[in-house]
């Protein structure tokens, strides 16, 4: 029997607000994939955030050394990932082999005495094969049109599937060059066609987008994704794990978090693929609208009226007087957003935090504020636009707000008025 964990997009960055989730959620799978003696582990890019700082690097070698430090582990660039930073990473030691796959399409051999080795060089390889980890980093249209260079100029689209598509069928190649008929599996950082998210993510960087027929070309029991945050599958053999915890507000709604468990038998077949679960604070978002003013809203004299007020729990709406009754954890988080005309901030500001402390129990600890500023809309009295002079136009717009509009207040205004002829 062969085990293989998939982990991917684990976004490790020491500047992210969530950094303390997620190395907890990171600790919690290490320590799973030790418990389940899983013999490979993969990890299908995204290992850290664009422009990473020296720290930051610093921690992902750290993470990479755990898991290898459980079995030889196999890590393929993702889009947020930067070639060059990961030279770093060459130099790392680790308890079983690591290899990064940076720039190309490459097919490594896991052997029977745990050592990984590139079967670019098949004559010098020292023992019999185990698996085979078929590898394809991300990759953008550009990239991937290089390697199919009879391509014209107004063929990029379908010159970039056809290429993708040669580079699946490459992989059988390799298999089939080699008479393996054992367990295999490709590793790759792609957009699917068909994909889902949960509501509000969006993908920076939307490189070549395959299909499932595409990925299928390459032959393999298992094609284990990076890049979608949701984990998700097809076929049973294409999946995406996700990411390990909630990163994001838009990863509010996912049921699951956590990492892949693929096992198959000493003929290559697959056997069970189970989902391995971690606990993953919830994210919570309250909608909200201000109103100021007790003679429109009667019954909500503080200005929070809710039309209707709602709850996001996960992915679901709980009424707002339930919420005290909901099973929050401390390190939960809360969102309050709340939509605002542009006159009426400050005062919705002042009330915000009598707000939260109305609908949201005492043992949260971590609570964002968002104002949505509504652009006014002012629209001119009938009685204004019948009288011909601006002092005349004031004192209706004061007379309506209960104000006397003094002799100061007329001198000083038109004081104002002459400065302007």
Not at 8 to 30: C, E, V, Y
Not at 56 to 84: K, R
Not at 394 to 421: C, M
Request: with cysteine; charged share 25%.
């Amino acid at each position: 029997m062969l085990r293989i964990g998939h982990i991917a997009d684990t976004h490790i960055s020491l500047s992210h607000r969530r950094f303390g989730i997620l190395s907890k959620a990171l600790r919690g799978i290490q320590r799973q994939m030790r418990e389940a003696r899983v013999d490979l582990i993969v990890h299908a890019g995204d290992l850290g955030e664009s422009s990473p700082t020296g720290d930051d690097l610093d921690y992902q070698a750290f993470v990479l050394q755990e898991f290898a430090s459980i079995a030889p582990t196999v890590v393929v660039l993702g889009n947020h990932d930067s070639a060059s930073h990961w030279k770093v990473f060459e130099r790392i030691e680790t308890d079983h082999p690591l290899a990064l796959v940076r720039l190309d399409r490459e097919t490594i051999a896991l052997l029977y005495d745990g050592s990984l080795e590139n079967i670019s060089d098949i004559d010098a390889m020292t023992g019999d094969v185990r698996c085979l980890i078929h590898c394809m980093p991300w990759m953008t249209k550009k990239h991937i049109l290089t390697k199919w260079p009879q391509a014209g100029i107004d063929e990029t689209d379908e010159a970039a599937r056809g290429a993708f598509q040669a580079l699946m069928l490459g992989f059988r190649s390799d298999r089939d060059c080699m008479g393996f008929t054992g367990p295999n599996l490709l590793v790759t950082h792609a957009e699917v066609a068909g994909y889902t998210t949960d509501s509000g993510q969006t993908n920076p960087q939307p490189g070549l987008r395959v299909s499932v027929e595409d990925l299928e070309l390459c032959g393999s029991p298992i094609i284990a994704l990076g890049h979608i945050h949701l984990r998700q599958e097809w076929n049973d053999r294409i999946y995406y794990a996700g990411s390990p915890c909630r990163l994001t507000w838009g990863e509010a709604g996912a049921k699951s978090k956590g990492w892949n468990l693929y096992e198959f038998d000493d003929e290559g077949q697959t056997g069970i693929t189970t989902l391995k679960m971690i606990p993953s604070p919830r994210l919570y978002t309250v909608e909200a609208e201000w109103s100021f003013g007790a003679e429109t809203h009667p019954t909500n004299p503080d200005g929070f009226i809710d039309v209707p007020r709602f709850v996001y729990e996960g992915d679901h709406l709980v009424e707002a007087d339930r919420i005290r009754d909901a099973d929050v954890r401390p390190d939960d988080e809360l969102r309050f957003r709340y939509h605002v005309a542009a006159e009426q901030r400050e005062a919705a500001k002042a009330a915000v935090t009598d707000e939260i402390g109305r609908i949201w129990p005492g043992s949260i600890e971590k609570v964002t504020v968002e104002a949505v500023v509504e652009p006014g809309i002012h629209a001119r009295a009938p009685e204004i636009a019948q009288v011909p002079t601006v002092q005349e136009q004031v004192a209706i717009l004061l007379d309506r707000e209960g104000k006397e509009f003094t002799a100061s207040l007329r001198e000083k205004l038109e004081t104002l008025l002459a400065g302007a002829q």
